[in-house]
């Protein structure tokens, strides 16, 4: 969905470097969300926010960390990348006031390889 | 936490046949989403159920949500080529979804 881009959308990275993966909106939406998705097991929900000052982690957060900077942005970042972080990772939206609150629109993704 | 359960994991048919994908929750739902990826794609909202026994159709496709709002299924009439893809069920839970490990359909043309 055009309206949610993600940077970078392919990134090699080393053990030990810290990275950050942005994603960006212009759905006007309040609600993000960041997963990752490896084979075979689906999307895992790293982090997610409902407003600008609402941050929530998911199922999967040890070793990442969020920031939201505005209500478009939502930043993920990997403080020391590890190679089991090496994943596709999706960034999410909603809109809680929207008709169709539940439903989410997914960005293209950003392919992400620790060696 | 919520668990979803989806089988099959891999599902390979030849064109022209059905298709079925079934989701099963560790909980009672609010709701459950479906999505469709493409291969290289990313997920992309299918339908959402919301009532107890629910049916909705999308010209081949025809979802259903259980009695107890705890399974759901997506049945898929006649497939063609262009249904190729992972499929996956969400539950809902207070806004976050929990979504199943899908399941991928290849179709021999």
């Known amino acids: 969905d055009a309206d949610v881009t993600q940077t970078p959308r392919n990134r090699i990275t080393k053990t030990g470097k810290r990275i950050m993966l942005e994603c960006s909106q212009t759905?006007?939406?309040?609600?993000m969300y960041w997963y990752r998705q490896d084979p075979g097991l689906g999307l895992r929900l790293i982090y997610y926010s409902f407003d600008v000052k609402d941050i929530n982690k998911g199922e999967i957060s040890d070793g990442y960390s969020v920031s939201r900077q505005a209500q478009a942005k939502f930043s993920l970042s990997l403080e020391s990348a590890i190679p089991n972080q090496t994943a596709l990772y999706f960034c999410?939206?909603?809109?809680?006031?929207?008709?169709?609150?539940?439903?989410?629109?997914f960005g293209p993704g950003t392919r992400l390889t620790v060696t | 936490g919520q668990q979803v359960m989806q089988i099959p994991q891999y599902q390979h048919v030849q064109e022209g046949e059905d298709f079925t994908t079934y989701c099963n929750s560790s909980t009672t739902l609010s709701n459950i989403q479906w999505y469709k990826q493409r291969p290289g794609g990313h997920p992309v909202f299918l339908i959402q159920?919301?009532?107890?026994?629910e049916v909705k159709k999308q010209k081949r496709l025809t979802f259903q949500f259980g009695e107890a709002k705890k399974n759901s299924s997506l049945h898929i009439t006649a497939t063609q080529t262009t249904d190729v893809g992972t499929y996956f069920c969400a539950g809902n839970s207070n806004y976050k979804l929990t979504f199943g490990k899908g399941t991928l359909l290849t179709v021999n043309p």
């Open positions: 759905k006007g939406h309040d609600r």
């Open positions: 999410a939206t909603s809109d809680s006031g929207g008709a169709s609150p539940y439903e989410q629109y």
């Open positions: 159920l919301v009532k107890s026994g």
